[in-house]
């Protein structure tokens, strides 16, 4: 069945720092990628998304790319601040399989933002 | 837009109580909502699939006469847990994809539930 792999936290970071966090995926299909993101004692808010092989999702400074090639989507930010300290959690979606078919999650990767 | 909430957003309940947790999408209908469940510091773990009008899927390994589910209306759905006892004390997250347009999920804040 469809998988996403990221990579194991957590990841400790000094603000401004370049991120990284790795996702790769197994699917059966041609499903949708996302980045979702949980702050603690929070539910998860979407980050960002991509449809298509090739297409870049950005938000808050966040992008990641849909590399087929590779059955990637890896994170990636600029310069992390302290706010950024939360869970992220790569997922993806074969909708077009089934409308009911639920998101695909990886394990998260918690990231700690130090001043 | 896009927004699903979750009530209540904490609860404690003594054991052999039951406990009713809804989430509902307020600006967009859902014919599909899935509720997780999350253990700290682990990801998230779907125990069910919920169709407005029709009975819940539920994962393997979760127990249905336990965790009810209930969803009445194209805007709301219910969890039901019943005779709850502290193994299920958990973080509990509803999410809802819209009926229409998009292969998006947006999720509910989450509701703790305590056990004592």
């Known amino acids: 069945g469809d998988s996403v792999t990221q990579m194991e936290g957590p990841v400790t970071l000094s603000e401004e720092a370049f991120l990284t966090i790795n996702c790769t995926y197994t699917?059966?299909?041609?499903?949708?990628l996302f980045w979702y993101v949980q702050y603690p004692g929070e539910g998860l808010q979407l980050l960002l998304k991509?449809?298509?092989?090739?297409d870049k999702g950005s938000n808050k400074g966040f992008e990641a790319t849909y590399r087929k090639e590779t059955t990637s989507f890896h994170l990636e930010k600029g310069s992390v601040q302290v706010s950024d300290s939360a869970v992220y959690f790569c997922?993806?979606?074969?909708?077009?399989?089934?409308?009911?078919?639920?998101?695909?999650f990886g394990k998260g990767t918690r990231l700690s933002v130090i001043a | 837009g896009a927004v699903v909430s979750q009530h209540p957003s904490w609860v404690i309940c003594k054991s052999g109580t039951s406990v009713k947790i809804e989430c509902r999408s307020l600006?967009?209908?859902?014919?599909?909502m899935f509720w997780y469940r999350q253990f700290p510091k682990q990801s998230l773990m779907l125990m069910a699939t919920?169709?407005?009008?029709?009975?819940?899927?539920?994962e393997q390994g979760v127990e249905k006469d336990k965790f009810l589910i209930n969803h009445a209306s194209l805007t709301l759905s219910t969890l039901t847990v019943t005779s709850a006892h502290p193994e299920d004390s958990s973080f509990y997250i509803c999410?809802?994809?819209?009926?229409?347009?998009?292969?998006?999920?947006?999720f509910g804040p989450g509701t703790r539930l305590t056990v004592l």
């Open positions: 999410s809802a994809r819209p009926s229409v347009g998009t292969d998006t999920q947006y």
């Open positions: 699917a059966t299909g041609y499903p949708s």
């Open positions: 991509a449809t298509k092989a090739d």
């Open positions: 997922a993806l979606s074969d909708y077009r399989n089934s409308g009911n078919t639920p998101l695909v």
């Open positions: 600006d967009f209908q859902a014919t599909t």
């Open positions: 919920s169709n407005e009008g029709s009975k819940a899927t539920y």
